[in-house]
């Protein structure tokens, strides 16, 4: 699936991102079960576990969304757009990136 470069890479990336915040590496929007449930891999166990209560309740909500060169953009926006179907009242993905169609 992905070479050996690749994943080092990933991993890289997951490990930059856990030393200051809350980070979890997920292959596709089914991963987040709902908005207090997310399946994720957790890179120092080696293991996909679940966790409870991922998204903070604080407003404005930041949320920081990175993927490597080989990670196809409709896995991302398709994360993005379930992220924002957990919100009532907010802007459209669209809107947010200021895309025009």
């Known amino acids: ?15 930059l991102c856990e030393s200051r915040l809350n980070t979890y590496f997920i292959s596709s929007e089914d991963k987040l079960i709902s908005k207090d449930l997310i399946s994720h891999f ?9 966790t409870n209560n991922y998204l903070p309740e604080k407003k404005p909500l930041k949320i920081i ?13 398709g994360v993005m757009n379930r992220i924002l179907s957990f919100y009532e009242g907010i802007k459209s993905a669209d809107e947010v990136l200021d895309i025009k169609q």
């Open 1 to 15: 699936m992905w070479s050996e470069d690749t994943i080092v890479q990933i991993l890289h990336i997951v490990e």
């Open 42 to 50: 957790n890179i120092k166990t080696k293991e996909e576990v679940r």
């Open 65 to 77: 969304l990175t993927s490597g060169a080989s990670c196809p953009d409709v896995i991302v926006e």
